[in-house]
Antibody, heavy 118, light 111 residues
Framework: QVQLQQSGAELARPGASVKMSCKASGYTFTSYTMHWVKQRPGQGLEWIGYINPSSGYTNYNQKFKDKATLTADKSSSTAYMQLSSLTSEDSAVYYC???????????WGQGTLVTVSA | DIVLTQSPASLAVSLGQRATISCRASESVDSYGNSFMHWYQQKPGQPPKLLIYRASNLESGIPARFSGSGSRTDFTLTINPVEADDVATYYCQQSNEDPFTFGSGTKLEIK
C-alpha cells in the first residue's frame, strides 16, 4: 500500500533553515509528482509547490519561491523540502502529498510540525 | 490566482439529515472536458482525506453518502445522511491552474 512517511518535528531558531523528508513506499516513486502543503495552527491549507521526482522539475507557488526548496532522491524514494530564513510565520505543519495525475491528492504524509522560536 | 470561496464557514446538521457545502471559484476550473475541483475532509490532528475528485468522482473507499456536483465556477459537496463520524472540516481545492488553491474550509458539527 502507498505510504508517505515524514520526518519528525523540528524546533528552529529564527533565521535558521530546516530540511524535512517524505519517504515514499508502495509505488513507483518516479511515476507521480510530490506536492507540499502548509497548514498553520487552526488555519487552512496552502499549496507550496511540487517536484517531479523523475526529472527533478519543480513548480512553486510564487508565495513560497524564496522560502522553500524541493528536491528528491530517486535512489531512496525520498522527497525533501528545505525552508530557509525561518520566521514565526513559518511555524506550521507541513504535509507531503502524492498527486494522481490531476485526480486530487489521494495520499498524504502524517505531517511535520515546524516550530520557530528563539 | 484562482480564489475559492467556501460557504458556509460552519454548519450544524442533525444526524440523518443532509449537509450541503458550496465552493465558488473566481474563474473556471474546467479544462479538456473535466472540472479540476476536489474535496477533502480533515479531522483534528490528521492529514486531509480525499473524498471527491474532478468534481463528482467518489474516491475509492469513501461512503456513497458523499457526493459532489458542479462545473466551471460553482461546486457542491453533499453529505446525505450525515453521521456522527462526519464531524470535520471540509476543503475544496482546484488543480486546473497553478498555484493549486484551497478553499478556506467549512466546519461541520452535529446539531
Amino acid at each position: 500500500q502507498v505510504q508517505l512517511q515524514q520526518s519528525g518535528a523540528e524546533l528552529a531558531r529564527p533565521g535558521a533553515s530546516v530540511k524535512m523528508s517524505c519517504k515514499a513506499s508502495g509505488y513507483t516513486f518516479t511515476s507521480y509528482t510530490m506536492h507540499w502543503v502548509k497548514q498553520r495552527p487552526g488555519q487552512g491549507l496552502e499549496w507550496i509547490g511540487y517536484i517531479n521526482p523523475s526529472s527533478g522539475y519543480t513548480n512553486y507557488n510564487q508565495k513560497f519561491k524564496d522560502k522553500a526548496t524541493l528536491t528528491a532522491d530517486k535512489s531512496s524514494s525520498t522527497a525533501y523540502m528545505q525552508l530557509s530564513s525561518l520566521t514565526s510565520e513559518d511555524s506550521a505543519v507541513y504535509y507531503c502529498a502524492r498527486d494522481g495525475n490531476y485526480v486530487g491528492f489521494a495520499y498524504w504524509g502524517q505531517g511535520t510540525l515546524v516550530t520557530v522560536s528563539a | 490566482d484562482i480564489v475559492l470561496t467556501q460557504s458556509p464557514a460552519s454548519l450544524a446538521v442533525s444526524l440523518g439529515q443532509r449537509a450541503t457545502i458550496s465552493c465558488r471559484a473566481s474563474e473556471s476550473v474546467d479544462s479538456y472536458g473535466n472540472s479540476f475541483m476536489h474535496w477533502y475532509q480533515q479531522k483534528p490532528g490528521q492529514p486531509p482525506k480525499l473524498l471527491i475528485y474532478r468534481a463528482s468522482n467518489l474516491e475509492s473507499g469513501i461512503p456513497a453518502r458523499f457526493s459532489g456536483s458542479g462545473s466551471r465556477t460553482d461546486f457542491t459537496l453533499t453529505i446525505n445522511p450525515v453521521e456522527a463520524d462526519d464531524v470535520a472540516t471540509y476543503y475544496c481545492q482546484q488543480s486546473n491552474e497553478d498555484p493549486f488553491t484551497f478553499g478556506s474550509g467549512t466546519k461541520l458539527e452535529i446539531k
